[in-house]
């Protein structure tokens, strides 16, 4: 599976943002999708998952509340609301797909990512 992410952007604190990941393919509610982030020289982290259904999803304590994963299996698309946007919030986003039913918090868990997106939250 292919994955493109867009609608990262520049938002000061307190503002919102949708990413949006498209997958390519016709096997899109077979995969498990994961969001992740990566700041400036720090590792690449989880910040979201959700299930091949969307029923069931997964976050980082230092998102949650404020970020909600969401996915369209009709469009091949997975979302990621942000809301309340921090500056610490500020990364590279990525999404990532894994052919299963686990929730995995861990990059490793993940065999196909998208490109990237960046989000700056200026203070």
């Known amino acids: 599976v292919q994955l493109q992410a867009s609608g990262g952007g520049l938002v000061q604190a307190g503002g919102s943002l949708r990413l949006s990941c498209a997958a390519s393919g016709r096997t899109f509610s077979m ?29 980082a304590d230092s ?18 609301q942000m809301n309340s946007l921090k500056p610490e919030d500020t990364a590279v986003y990525y999404c990532a797909a894994v ?3 686990v929730l995995t918090p861990t990059p490793g868990g993940y065999n196909y990512w998208g490109q990237g997106t960046l989000v700056t939250v200026s203070s």
């Open 99 to 101: 052919y299963g039913v």
């Open 63 to 80: 998102v949650k509340g404020r970020f909600t994963i969401s996915r369209d299996n009709a469009k091949n698309t997975v979302y990621l």
């Open 31 to 59: 995969y498990v999708m994961g969001w992740f982030r990566q700041a400036p020289g720090k590792e690449r982290e989880f910040v979201a998952a959700i299930n091949r259904s969307g029923r069931s999803t997964n976050y």
